[in-house]
């Protein structure tokens, strides 16, 4: 795609000079910024951060809410071929060092007081860490009057001196934007490292619009759709939906009027076009079934019949399926009755195309929005790939697998079952990281996903685990098949009742698999029927609730027979941890990944009595308190089987 | 902070008593509030807080003494007049509407700013073409900017009485500040409050003085909040005053520490 950010925005202004861009909710009323709007304060910002001396190449970090003015700070900084980094709001100070001293950033356009004092606090960190930051500024002046730091100073001001330098040279702006090329950078992520120091991730304008255009094309999208920007800008999945693609597109950003006002704001634009990660879609689900635990007789019974219709009906209406003359009579009344207010409830009743990513989606989640016509559909991506990989198309929707490689993507597995993917959307570099580099993308241009998965029959692909976990069995009936923890543990996990799971079975014949129950689900299953318990210990040991897993278990079991190369991972025995994992102990990471090395080297005794067939195993374990001071509890375990299913062939 | 200066003296008590009855709840107060700053006033439990609020309020009239405010002086003071003047009160046990929501809460506060008459008031016209509705799109911006101070934004159409306790003492901040008093007299502001609530109310507490540089009145029990965010400090007991100065000050005085820690009367 030949063209920059900045021209796509011009474009836009020559074109529809009119049309709204930008939305934003401010005293109770959304004001419209207008693409012509926008692009003399581009121009004007643009021209301000000339003259205050940012260089093409150079980078300009922005850290706010989504906020119209700070989206274009990123174009004005695009429009002079510098870099902006947009960085997560929410972050501590101490996290911004790292970024801000491994670009040699001097510039900042923050968003509040907030964000203004943590980066006060960069500048006063003895050592000086990063003493070349040398010029901030912010959007919102509030609380800021009487400060008198050196650099710092209202946007009010910079837009100020830029429409004064342009008055006086008004031919630099367009020389500036006529010489950024499409292959020059366009800006930089940082990734939350696992270990080690986060990396920037560099992207060209030709990386981040190509994929940009090329989802826009798989999804039709047009200069209608209304999009609600409300996640962190510094997210890559952010910057595509709601400024690539919105400079692509063409269509209206709407920025909320603040963090906790996200679902009015939801309910006052109803998106076309909406992007969750499936936590958001959880709680939106949780939020509608507590309100109808309180409802009258007669609207639960409503509700839970027709839900049951949609259930039965909405899927295979919303896959194009054959459906018969009375159930689509009886999805119509349900339609009136409950789904099209539910949907409007929720603020999705225009939603043309959703997006879950980021995590696996429970199926009956997935099911419950698809049932009641929203198009939900699933994609693959990263940062590093600018986003779009593989999505699922309109009618192929499936809660199992993430779609179909679009247009451009070329996508190959290596012998370990790693997903390798070529795209025009590949990064171009970690920044001043050639070793980190060197490890992804090969000389070839395949960039190595670190995630484990396979193309199914249809050409969906399916992604089982990261490749690194992904194990093998050994001996038994099942000898070297292949064992991926994450993919049981999740299927675990969908069922309310259990919190965390973990799967071993790595070099071993058998699985076996330590659960987690959730507290507060589990609790309320007990209290419902009269089982006393002092707390989540004893909870946890009784045998109503070994059943209650048991039977979760065999579901699974149940369902990975139905699967040739996961037959053999079924969970043959279990048993049902005292306590939670808790990342204060080391046994979860801080994002609440489950950290299996350390759990197997922990809870060794219990890994050996599962194998050696014992029905109990007494252990001790040291925990950590919130305070910091520590203690011991000691349990006498159960350990049960699970039924194991034979392996059998899906019907086809 | 540092830059806000503490102007002239802008309200005076002088030798104000009040009694009811036998019952004497003030004996002879003299205090004054300069423009600008943050002025408390602390004791225990009936030392006369709310009622020296209420003199200056208006709504109780004291037997002896005089208020000036700005240069004039009163013999006592009364409701509308106070109103008129600039000063604005916030109430101990909430004084809201419950069943309206925040947004009509506060509006009630912008009452004496509307001019519009009983029949424009009455009788609308579409598209905002009549007098009252002009006023009302004028008068609901002041209000949302005030929701937007306060970051309230997310309860602009919830009704007040389903509203948790301390967001509810933010609105009654909220309706106060609606009528843009020049000094507002708050009576309590963080009784009652966790102590989240109370940083967030010391937060705007601290914000209003210095964005609109609002004088600030201050009745308060949690003396480690007076202590922070006030410039100085009254302290009565038993209608009488014991102490007058900054924080410091007042805290090593000594009748201060013995009416806090108790001694006999």
């Keep these: 795609m030949q063209t920059t950010f900045t021209r796509l925005m011009l474009a836009h202004a020559a074109q529809r000079p009119h049309a709204a861009a930008l939305r934003e909710k401010e005293f109770g009323i959304w ?11 581009v121009r004007e910002l643009a021209c301000g951060l000339h003259e205050a001396g940012l260089k093409r190449g150079e980078h300009l970090v922005v850290i706010g809410e989504n906020r119209p003015r700070l989206y274009a700070c990123m174009l004005a900084a695009q429009s002079l071929g510098a870099v902006p980094v947009p960085l997560y709001q929410d972050a501590a100070a101490p996290e911004f060092v790292f970024p801000i001293t491994n670009a040699e950033v001097a510039f900042a356009i923050v968003e509040d007081q907030e964000q203004v004092d943590k980066m006060l606090e960069l500048r006063s ?37 830029g429409r004064a330098f342009d008055a006086a040279n008004p031919q630099v702006f367009d020389a500036e ?6 292959d020059d950078v366009a800006a930089m992520f940082f990734t939350s490292g696992t270990t080690g120091n986060a990396k920037g991730v560099v992207h060209t304008h030709r990386t981040l619009l190509d994929r940009a255009q090329a989802g826009a094309r798989f999804d039709k999208l047009t200069h209608d759709e209304e999009v609600l920007a409300y996640l962190p800008p510094a997210w890559v999945g952010q910057n595509i939906f709601s400024y690539a693609q919105w400079l692509v ?137 600018a986003v779009f990989v593989c999505l699922q198309p309109d009618h192929q929707a499936r809660a199992d697998t993430v779609g179909v490689p679009i247009e451009g993507v070329e996508i190959k597995l290596t012998e370990g079952g790693e997903i390798l993917v070529k795209s025009p959307g590949l990064l171009k570099e970690y920044y001043r990281n050639p070793a980190a580099t060197a490890e992804v993308l090969t000389a070839e241009g395949w960039y190595h996903t670190g995630d484990a998965g396979f193309l199914d029959a249809d050409g969906h692909l399916k992604i089982i685990d990261r490749a690194k976990d992904v194990g093998r069995l050994q001996g038994g009936a099942f000898d070297a098949a292949m064992f991926a923890p994450k993919y049981i543990e999740n299927k675990l996990k969908f069922f309310p009742y ?32 009269n089982l006393p318990y002092a707390g989540y210990a004893e909870l946890a040991q009784k045998s109503e609730v070994y059943e209650l897993i048991r039977e979760c278990v065999q579901q699974v079991n149940a369902d990975l027979a139905h699967d040739e190369k996961l037959a053999g991972s079924q969970i043959s025995r279990f048993l049902i941890l005292h306590k939670e994992l808790d990342a204060d102990d080391g046994e979860l990471t801080r994002t609440r990944k489950v950290r299996r090395g350390f759990i197997a080297e922990r809870y060794q005794v219990l890994v050996d009595a599962l194998y050696e067939g014992k029905t109990h195993q007494y252990i001790e374990t040291q925990v950590k308190f919130e305070d910091g001071r520590t203690g011991m509890v000691a349990a006498d375990l159960k350990i049960v089987d699970a039924q194991i299913f034979p392996a059998v062939k899906r019907a086809a | 902070m540092a830059t806000r200066k503490v102007g002239e003296v802008i309200l005076e008590v002088k030798n104000i008593s009040l009694a009811f009855g036998g019952v004497k709840a003030l004996t002879d107060i003299s205090f004054d509030v300069k423009e600008h700053e943050i002025r408390a006033i602390i004791g225990p439990n009936g030392a ?75 009788f609308r016209l579409p598209f905002g073409w009549g ?47 609606a009528m843009e008093p020049q000094v507002l007299l708050l009576d309590e502001p963080m009784a009652g409050m966790n102590v989240e609530e109370k940083q967030d109310m010391s937060r705007f507490i601290l914000d209003v003085n210095d964005e609109f540089g609002t004088t600030i009145v201050l009745i308060e029990h949690d003396m480690g909040v007076v202590m922070d965010i006030s410039d100085r400090v009254v302290v009565l007991d038993y209608g009488k005053k014991i102490g007058d100065g900054s924080p410091n000050e007042v805290r090593s005085n000594p009748d201060v520490i013995s009416a806090y820690l108790g001694t006999s009367h």
């Design chain 1, 31 to 41: 004001q419209t910024l207008s693409w012509s709007g926008l692009a003399t304060l």
């Design chain 1, 125 to 161: 960190l003895l050592p000086p860490q990063c003493p070349q930051l040398k010029n901030i500024w912010f959007d919102d002046p509030r609380g800021l009057r009487n400060y008198s730091e050196p650099g710092l100073a209202p946007l009010d001001a910079l837009i100020a001196a």
């Design chain 1, 177 to 182: 934007v006529q010489q950024t090329q499409p």
């Design chain 1, 249 to 385: 597109c063409g269509y209206v950003v709407n920025c909320p009027e603040s963090a906790s006002t996200v679902g009015i704001d939801l309910n006052d634009i109803g998106p076309t076009y909406y992007f969750a990660p499936p936590r958001i879609f959880e709680g939106l689900l949780t939020t509608v079934m507590i309100r109808m635990e309180d409802a009258g007789a007669i609207k639960k019974w409503l509700f839970h019949h027709f839900m049951a219709v949609a259930k039965r009906v909405g899927p295979r209406l919303m896959d194009g399926k054959t459906v018969g003359a009375l159930d689509r009579l009886n999805y119509a009344i349900g339609k009136l009755a409950i789904y099209g207010p539910l949907r409007n409830t929720l603020g999705l009743s225009r939603v043309r195309v959703a997006y879950t990513a980021g995590e696996a989606i429970g199926p009956d989640l997935f099911t419950f929005y698809r049932s009641i016509g929203i198009n939900l559909k699933q994609l693959y991506g990263s940062t590093e790939t």
């Design chain 1, 498 to 529: 259990i919190k965390e799971a973990v799967a071993i079975g790595d070099r071993r014949a058998t699985v076996c698999a330590f659960i987690n129950i959730d507290f507060e689900a589990a609790g309320n299953w007990a209290e419902r029927r």
């Design chain 2, 48 to 122: 006369g807080k709310s009622s020296m609020l209420n003199c200056i309020n208006g709504v109780y009239q004291p037997q002896q003494g005089s208020i000036s405010f700005r240069g004039q002086t009163f013999k006592h003071m009364n409701s509308r007049q106070v109103a008129e003047m600039g000063l604005a009160r916030t109430f101990q046990n909430l004084a809201l509407f419950k069943g309206m929501s925040v947004l009509d809460n506060i509006m009630t506060g912008r009452n004496l700013k509307t001019k519009a008459n009983i029949f424009q008031q009455a």
């Design chain 2, 131 to 177: 007098a009252a509705e002009r006023e009302e799109s004028a008068q609901r911006l002041v209000v949302e900017r005030i929701i937007d101070f306060l970051e309230i934004q997310p309860y602009r159409k919830t009704a007040v009485g389903k509203m948790p306790y301390g967001l509810q003492k933010r609105v009654d901040l909220g309706r106060a500040l």
